[in-house]
Every structure is written in structure tokens, then in C-alpha cells.
């Protein structure tokens, strides 16, 4: 019975004190044998984590630094390129672009992935799914280099020439803001391309309002709709006589005192009322 007990605190004890080396430095064991949380999981002294998914390199056999976090390790031992001969990483970490094409800059062990476009051009267009927007609408504009390679939005630099007509975000997304002729500009690797839009008030089809010449009871509330045959439409809404009838926001109107009141509903230059009656 005691050499039994003696040695199962012997087995306890070698779980304890002979210990198996972790990440190069030796870490102690739960009683249960189990490593501790701190010890399960360590990232190496050098790593690699990148800022950025997209890069895009214009020119080649020129040293371009590698978008990577700060405490980041750049070096040939933290990254690495799927295609060489397209981009390689030098021994200072930058990267070298040595044809066009697109290759994988991933970090050694933490599973972070750079996509690397290299796109040396000699020619530059911007490509817009339409050139007819109406005020509020976005469309994304897409910048084709030679080849009908298409650039990553990012690594090219956009601008209007009205911005008080629409605007553009940095991935290329133009919006508009009112109506007026423009041109979207993206430049790229010292070249420029220019694509012309035109921002229009949207179509309104003819409509009425529904119900028409309605009658109501002081204090009730009556939802009215502005139909056309293509279905309803968004319109602004007024009372000619708010003490008689009042606009409570949007299509909704409350019966105030007996009377009279025309309402009215506006979509760019069309218009359509009708007379509402109150009464007691």
C-alpha cells in the first residue's frame, strides 16, 4: 500500500518537474497535466502582420516598402511571395516587382496575405457602368490599364472636377449630389484618365392623390398616397390651411377644426392636390 502511494506522487511529481520545452523555454504543467493558458499559444519574436489587403506596384525592379503594422518584422524569414519572378522580397523586407502580374505576399506562421498587383502601364481609362446619375444614386468606377487589366481602386487617386455635383471615396465610388455635367479623374503611376457623367433629376411619372376629395371628422388622422400608374410615389406634402388641416410628416394629416383645406403633393415639377372637407 505505501509503495503504491509512493509512487503515484513519484509519476505526480515527474508530470510536475520534467518538463517538455515549449517555443525554446521550458513551462510548467497544471496538476492535471495540462499546460497553463500562457504557454498553450505564443507568437513568434518576428512577425508579419500587413495593413492593407491590396497593393499595387507601378513600376518595376524598384524597392517599394511593404504595408505592414508597426512591430511587424519584414525579412525573407517573415514573408514570403507565391511568384517570384513576379514580386520577391529582398533581405531589407521591401519588395521588388519585376513584371506585371499578380502575386501573394503571405506572413510566415500568422497566416496574413498581401495581394499584390504589378501593373507597369502605358495607357490608363476609367470605365463608368453608366454616365447618367440622379441626385443621391452611386455607382463604382473601375480604372483599366494596358491589357485590360483592371487596377485596384485603392492604389489609384480619384477626383471631380465639380464637386458641388458629386463626389467620389477613395475605392472610386462616385455619388451624386445634384443636378450638373462633371468628369471623374483618376490618375495612376504619373498617368490620367477622365470620364465625363451627367447628374439628372429623376423621371416622375404623372400621379394623383389618393383618396381624393375626402371628408373627416375634427380630430381624426388620414393617410393620404401620391399613385401614379407605375405604383406610389415619393412626394413632398402641404396644407393650404394648417388650422384647418395639419401635415403631421410625410403623407399623414390631422383634421384640426371644420373647413377646408387643398393638399397638395410635389415631385420635381409635378404636382397634385386635392380639397379635403372637415367637419364636425
Not at 39 to 50: E, K
Not at 70 to 77: K, R
Not at 147 to 162: C, G, K
Amino acid at each position: 500500500m505505501q509503495s503504491g502511494m509512493s509512487l503515484r506522487l513519484v509519476q505526480r511529481l515527474a508530470r510536475m518537474l520534467i518538463l517538455p520545452t515549449i517555443l525554446g523555454t521550458a513551462t510548467c504543467q497544471n496538476e492535471d497535466g495540462a499546460l497553463p493558458s500562457h504557454a498553450q499559444r505564443r507568437l513568434p519574436d518576428s512577425f508579419v502582420a500587413f495593413t492593407q489587403e491590396e497593393l499595387a506596384i507601378d513600376a518595376w525592379n524598384k524597392p517599394v516598402r511593404a504595408p505592414v503594422s508597426p512591430g511587424s518584422t519584414a525579412t525573407p524569414e517573415t514573408m514570403s511571395s507565391d511568384s517570384p519572378s513576379i514580386v520577391s522580397v529582398e533581405e531589407d523586407g521591401s519588395l521588388v516587382a519585376h513584371r506585371n502580374g499578380l502575386a501573394i505576399v503571405r506572413g510566415v506562421g500568422t497566416g496574413a496575405q498581401l495581394r499584390v498587383l504589378v501593373a507597369q502601364i502605358g495607357s490608363l481609362r476609367l470605365h463608368l457602368p453608366t454616365p447618367f446619375l440622379a441626385p443621391g444614386e452611386s455607382l463604382l468606377a473601375r480604372a483599366i490599364a494596358d491589357s485590360s487589366v483592371e487596377l485596384p481602386a485603392t492604389s489609384v487617386r480619384w477626383s471631380v472636377d465639380e464637386p458641388a455635383i458629386a463626389m467620389v471615396s477613395p475605392r472610386g465610388v462616385l455619388t451624386a449630389r445634384a443636378p450638373g455635367r462633371g468628369e471623374l479623374i483618376g490618375s495612376y503611376a504619373g498617368r490620367e484618365a477622365r470620364a465625363m457623367f451627367e447628374v439628372t433629376e429623376r423621371r416622375v411619372p404623372q400621379f394623383t392623390v389618393w383618396p381624393a376629395h375626402p371628408q373627416l371628422v375634427v380630430g381624426s388622422v388620414l393617410s393620404l398616397e401620391a399613385l401614379s400608374a407605375e405604383g406610389p410615389v415619393d412626394a413632398r406634402w402641404t396644407s393650404s390651411a394648417p388650422r384647418v388641416v395639419v401635415a403631421l410628416g410625410g403623407s399623414l394629416f390631422r383634421a384640426v377644426q371644420p373647413g377646408e383645406a387643398e393638399v397638395c403633393a410635389s415631385a420635381n415639377a409635378r404636382r397634385s392636390c386635392t380639397t379635403l372637407e372637415v367637419r364636425r
